[in-house]
């Protein structure tokens, strides 16, 4: 079942709005699995190409659980965002600028880790 707020979640007997969204996001392959539908519909199968190491058992809960989020729903073209699920990006761009911030405060002086593109696998977006 997904997370909802209001109900309890990991982390949270109280189930505040912000822990139910990271209950939901913090899900393995949750994120990877939003980041492949950001520029539109894609099916099942080619979610599992695109997710290498994802198997369609948690692919499909994954799904579910985003589904019943109401941020991704089911279209004749596979999986989409919904509004809520595509708004999802502009709410976690400041915490994108936060993690650049701390990965240069991490990094040794002059590495250019932090601009490298992130690993296709792993269930990393």
Do not use: F, K, N
């Amino acid at each position: 079942m997904a997370p909802r707020p209001g109900t309890p979640v990991r982390g949270s007997t109280t189930g505040r709005p912000i822990m139910a969204a990271m209950d939901l996001l913090g899900r393995r392959w949750a994120l990877r699995i939003i980041w492949e539908l950001r520029d539109g519909p894609v099916g099942p199968r080619t979610l599992l190409s695109r997710c290498q190491g994802l198997s369609s058992s948690v692919l499909y809960q994954r799904l579910g659980e985003l589904t019943s989020a109401q941020v991704v729903a089911s279209s004749s073209d596979g999986y989409e965002l919904t509004p809520l699920g595509a708004s999802l990006g502009h709410a976690l761009a400041p915490l994108g600028s936060w993690a650049t911030t701390w990965a240069e405060a991490l990094s040794p002086r002059g590495s250019t880790a932090t601009s490298q593109p992130p690993p296709a696998g792993g269930g990393d977006a």
